[in-house]
């Protein structure tokens, strides 16, 4: 084999070392990424986030005794209403954005006046704490709410009273929702595992309809279609066909620990208008947020938090995202339109249209019959009818490359034998290889440089990513050195820790073979089902 010319030498580089695998990024994974995410600390655990219906979307955070209006273009505290007794667990915006109502643990629900944070209405029946209230989808006359004492009642606002008081939960109730179609029907989930549809023209207070999640039932949300509910309970996000019967249609299943919120999210174009590709957005004790396209069924985006998630909300307008955790930390998400960012340019320019751009003098454009063409200089920047000749980079060599250079391939072994880099160990090897060098090099070292490879082989033999090539290599060591070794005792007892390493590798090989024997089987009968 012809020996390459020295002055065509290259860096032998290493083939052996393995790059991390990064994941492929769609264009809806990069739709939710585009969301620039801040923190809005010093609150405590934050059980309800819920957006106004009506611009500019102002959105409520209820943490501890308080609830606090956030705006959604700042996201920064409009105001803070503080009239409660006890823990505030949940609170809904009026269709109209103008009043608010507000549930705490006292068993209270309150109508509160956004503009000067006064109570107007205060409405007194449940004899546990409340945990939802909600206003029907355009409806400003009525409200909804269920609590611990496993009752949903139909509120009268302006009077004060119940108008119906329904009965059919046997446990806790936790969450409810509006239909999105008919003010007059709504659903509740409670932790007795079942979801029921109510329908308040129904006389005898009877549910219409009924669901059975399988898990105490953290959140329900009706679906834009009005026929289809998605709850939440456990580590699982289920699908519902109300109009089919309650026909279960899917389970997503992909939280490690229970879903404790979930809400609907619409993706939004640059130019800040609405599509219809919808989403559910699910979050839990995990720290996952999830968005599951329930048109394909299947999760296409997901983000961890450093904390357990209790609620997210998600704008009307697109383009803010609100997380809230148990350890009182809002993760607000605001996304950038090309519509905002150029009214954000167009604002800034307008400042300074007094002042006239300043005029650049034009170059004289150096043609090949001026003399000073051919006196440019290496300053110049080439035009485009230039041809441009780069010198090429002068390579740097390590020491076991200069040494492979000039065919030195014994010290060029030792050298890199020395670094602390088995990979390039590895590609000098191989080098060596190709030049059919390598054992050669082995029979002509030392015993000092010997007992150098045999530490190397001792402790990257076993090494899966090299051990297909120095095992075969430690067999021709031991062959072509072994009356050397046999006369060395510090050598023998580098050979006997070699053996060793060796054995224990077999042992676990063997041990990894017994548990793929019995998962195979386990594996194939689950994938049939």
Sequence with gaps: MAEPHPSKMFPVKPKLKSKPRTPKQTPESKYWSSFKTQQIPNLISVP???????SPHSFAAAHSASLSIFSSETLSVSSTISSFSDVVSCASFRSDGRLIAASDLSGLVQVFDLKTRTPLRRLRSHTRPVRFVQYPLFDRLHLISGGDDALVKYWDVAGETPLLELRGHKDYVR??????VNMDMFVTGSYDHTVKLWDVRVTDSRSVAEVNH??????????????LIATAGGNSVKLWDLLGGGKLLFSMESHNKTVTSICMGRIGGDTGEESNQFRILSVGLDGYMKVFDYSTMRVTHSTRYPAPLLSVGYSPDCST????????????GKRKTKEKEKEKEESESSMFWRIAPVEKPKRQVLRPSNFRYFQRGQGE???????????????????????LKKFRHREALVSVLGSKKPENVLAVMEELVARKKLLKCIANIDMGELKLLLMFLHKYSTVPRYSSL???LTQKVL????????????????????????????RVQQSLQEIQGIITPLLKIAGRR
Excluded at 48 to 54: E, K, R
Excluded at 175 to 180: H, I, T
Excluded at 382 to 401: F, T, W
């Design 470 to 472: 120095l095992m075969k």
């Design 214 to 227: 399988g898990k105490p039932v953290e959140d329900v949300i009706f679906l834009p279609s009005g026929g």
């Design 479 to 506: 062959e072509i050195r072994a009356d050397d070794i046999r006369a060395s005792d510090s050598l023998k007892s580098h050979i006997r820790n070699l053996k060793r390493s060796v054995e224990e590798e077999i």
């Design 48 to 54: 309800s986030l819920t957006f106004s219906p009506s």
């Design 321 to 332: 995202q609100v997380i809230g955790t148990s350890n009182g930390i809002i993760y607000a």
């Design 175 to 180: 969450c409810g929702d509006s239909s999105p």
């Design 381 to 403: 920047k080439p035009s485009m009818g230039d041809y441009l000749i780069m010198r090429p980079k002068k390579v740097k060599l390590a020491e076991h490359d200069k040494l």
